[in-house]
């Protein structure tokens, strides 16, 4: 009723308003007034009504957030826990799902699942650092050990665990590097990984989707960034990522004076060496938050197609 007396009042056709019309617009006026009050005093507040908040469903010991699908949980079992760097800070673990048709789920390098102990639980988010293959019902994962999670990092082989249900989209490669979306084809591939973020850009590299082998003809570099060289992860896997196409650049925030490669952190580096033909690129990252934003705004401000700048979240 307010928006149409004000049109009304505004309207060619009534130039000159009537006295009863004006009144209308007073009493209109003032009943939204009265409606934003009462709304701003209720339980819920204005805020509620204007700004909806997320659903949240709250069970025993454990929290759903409504954008995201509720944990399945089903049995698993821990066949491997390993230190996965010098310092020991992280943690390579192998868990065996009892149903083998959930593994098969995992379909997209940058997937992700929920793992706890049982329901008393925190679950952990963590993303697969293996490749998909639905003959394999084993998942690897890489853990930084960190306060609360010592139930996972110190678990001895043949712990019983529950996981969920494969969880997330994961890097859209197939969508964004390989289709005929964009006016150039991607020849190069970008890697950036922060800390543990190597996981799931080790499951992209290992599944062989970036197409680095002679066939495919893509060149690709990796940055990967850690505190210490002793914290590097999968330094045993360098070599092999090397033979398989990939140039691995370990970046140190906190080098000791004996160390001779790059320091401070990826998207330094990535800004120091350039975009090598921006408009053919295409980049895979995970980290922390600040250092995504960067280097998409490095990335893009080069030439790169934003789309191609793929992460898993």
Not at 40 to 62: L, W
Not at 112 to 127: G, M, N, S
Request: charged content about 20%; proline content about 6%; aromatic content about 10%.
């Amino acid at each position: 009723f307010f928006v149409h007396t004000l049109s009304h009042l505004t309207s060619t056709h009534n130039p000159q308003p009537t006295t009863n019309t004006l009144d209308n617009f007073i009493m209109a006026s003032a009943w939204t007034l009265i409606l934003l009050f009462c709304l701003s005093t209720s339980r819920d507040g204005a805020s509620a009504f204007f700004f909806p908040k997320p659903h949240v469903r709250v069970q025993p010991n454990v929290l759903f957030m409504g954008w995201g699908p509720d944990p399945i949980w089903s049995s698993a079992k821990l066949t491997v826990n390993e230190a996965a760097c010098k310092s020991e800070a992280s943690v390579c673990l192998e868990v065996e799902l009892e149903n083998e048709e959930s593994s098969k789920e995992y379909k997209v390098p940058g997937q992700y699942v929920q793992l706890r102990l049982d329901e008393d639980t925190k679950p952990l988010f963590l993303a697969i650092s293996s490749p998909p293959n639905e003959e394999s019902n084993v998942f690897e994962f890489l853990v930084k050990k960190t306060e609360g999670n010592e139930w996972l990092t110190s678990a001895s082989s043949g712990s019983a665990v529950e996981i969920s249900q494969v969880l997330g989209d994961g890097f859209p490669i197939d969508e964004n590097l390989d289709s005929l979306k964009y006016d150039f084809p991607t020849q190069n591939i970008i890697l950036l990984a922060a800390g543990s973020g190597i996981a799931p850009i080790k499951a992209a590299m290992d599944s062989g989707l970036l197409k680095t082998d002679e066939k495919g003809g893509r060149t690709a570099r990796l940055y990967y960034g850690e505190r210490t060289p002793d914290d590097l992860c999968f330094v045993e896997e360098f070599v092999k990522w090397e033979a398989a196409g990939f140039e691995v650049v370990p970046v140190i925030s906190q080098p000791p004076d004996e160390w001779k490669g790059r320091s401070g952190y990826v998207q330094n580096a990535l800004e120091e060496d350039g975009v090598p033909i921006p408009r053919n690129s295409g980049a895979l990252l995970c980290g922390m938050k600040e250092m995504a934003e960067s280097v998409k705004d490095i990335l893009t401000k080069a030439g790169t197609f934003e789309g191609r700048v793929l992460t898993n979240f």
